[in-house]
């Protein structure tokens, strides 16, 4: 997915999408995701498990803590 450069800052922000009332980030592939759920287990010490679903309304991946 691409990562969207905002102008004033020059900080990079990955793309989202609007899943229910949450703005959640894409996944280009199932892989990029369950590294990206492993590596916020491990920073935020998450004791569950993160799963990952493909997206009903794109051609993209997001993470969920159900």
Same mark, same amino acid.
């Given at each position: &997915? /691409? =990562?969207?450069?905002?102008?004033?800052?020059? @900080?990079?922000?990955?793309?989202? !999408?609007? @899943?229910?009332?949450?703005?959640?980030? !894409?996944? =280009?592939?199932?892989?990029?995701?369950? &590294?990206? /759920?492993?590596? /916020?287990?491990?920073?935020?010490?998450?004791?569950?498990?993160?799963?990952?679903?493909? !997206?009903?309304?794109?051609?993209?991946?997001?993470?969920?803590?159900?």
């Amino acid at each position: &997915m /691409a =990562k969207i450069k905002h102008p004033k800052s020059g @900080v990079y922000e990955p793309e989202r !999408c609007w @899943v229910g009332d949450t703005h959640k980030i !894409c996944y =280009k592939t199932r892989e990029e995701a369950e &590294m990206a /759920a492993r590596v /916020a287990e491990y920073d935020h010490h998450i004791e569950g498990h993160l799963s990952v679903y493909k !997206c009903e309304y794109g051609d993209h991946y997001h993470l969920s803590s159900n």
